[in-house]
C-alpha cells in the first residue's frame, strides 16, 4: 500500500472496490485545516466520473495495469472476440465492458484493452472510425444554410445524425468518444 504521496495523473487505484484512473490531482493546503488532495477519476467499468478528497498521508491501493493492443475479429449476442497480433491468441469480452460503442467496432479495428492480472477490465476504441453510409434519407437540394441534421443508419448497424449532404454509399468519420459525425472520410 502507498499513500497520497505517490498519487499523479494516469495512474489507476482500487477506490470503493472499483478501479479508477486518475485524470486531475490538485495538493490544496488551506490555512488552518489540514491538507489533502483533490482527485477527479474515472471508473474503468462504467466511465462515470468520481471526485474524491484524499487527506495527506492517507493510505491508497494502486493497481497495476497492462494495456494490450489487440484486433477485434467479431461479435456474437453477448459476447465481443479479439485477437493478438503477435501471438495470435484469441479472447472473448462480455459486450457490457465496451458499452453503448459496440455499434463502431468493425472487423479488423485495433483496440486498446485493459488487463488487470489476466482480467480484462477496460476497453478503448480508437478515436475515430470511417464507417460507410448503408442508409439515409435523402437531403433536399440547396437546404446547406443551416446545420441541419439528418439520421443515418452504418454499416455496423449504428445509428448517427449526419449532415444534410451525406448520401447512402458515403464513407464518415465518426468520434467514437462522442458518438458522433466527424466529417466526410478519404
Known amino acids: 500500500m502507498a499513500t497520497t504521496q505517490d498519487l499523479s495523473t494516469g495512474k489507476v487505484i482500487r477506490f470503493n472496490n472499483d478501479l479508477c484512473q486518475i485524470i486531475e490531482l490538485q495538493f490544496r493546503?488551506?490555512?488552518?485545516?489540514?491538507?489533502?488532495?483533490?482527485?477527479?477519476?474515472?471508473?474503468?467499468?462504467?466511465?462515470?466520473?468520481?471526485?474524491?478528497?484524499?487527506r495527506s498521508g492517507e493510505k491508497v491501493d494502486f493497481v497495476r495495469i497492462e494495456i494490450k493492443q489487440m484486433q477485434y475479429l467479431y461479435s456474437s449476442a453477448d459476447e465481443i472476440f479479439c485477437m493478438d497480433p503477435e501471438s495470435?491468441?484469441?479472447?472473448?469480452?462480455?459486450?457490457?465492458i465496451i458499452g453503448d460503442k459496440t455499434g463502431f467496432l468493425k472487423?479488423?479495428?485495433v483496440?486498446?484493452?485493459?488487463?488487470?492480472?489476466?482480467i480484462p477490465v477496460a476497453v478503448e476504441l480508437p478515436?475515430?472510425?470511417?464507417?460507410?453510409?448503408?442508409?439515409?434519407?435523402?437531403?433536399?437540394?440547396?437546404?446547406?444554410?443551416?446545420?441541419?441534421l439528418k439520421p443515418a443508419k452504418l454499416e455496423t448497424g449504428a445509428m448517427v445524425n449526419v449532415p444534410l449532404f451525406i448520401s447512402q454509399g458515403e464513407r464518415v468519420r465518426i468520434d467514437t468518444r462522442t458518438?458522433?459525425?466527424?466529417?466526410?472520410a478519404k
Open 179 to 184: 458518438s458522433e459525425y466527424s466529417e466526410r
Open 127 to 148: 478515436p475515430f472510425v470511417d464507417l460507410e453510409v448503408v442508409y439515409t434519407e435523402p437531403g433536399l437540394r440547396g437546404d446547406t444554410s443551416t446545420r441541419a
Open 111 to 118: 483496440l486498446n484493452i485493459s488487463f488487470e492480472s489476466e
Open 29 to 54: 493546503n488551506p490555512g488552518n485545516k489540514h491538507a489533502f488532495f483533490q482527485a477527479k477519476m474515472r471508473n474503468l467499468k462504467t466511465g462515470r466520473l468520481v471526485e474524491y478528497k484524499f
Open 88 to 96: 495470435f491468441e484469441q479472447i472473448s469480452l462480455p459486450v457490457s
Open 107 to 109: 472487423e479488423g479495428i
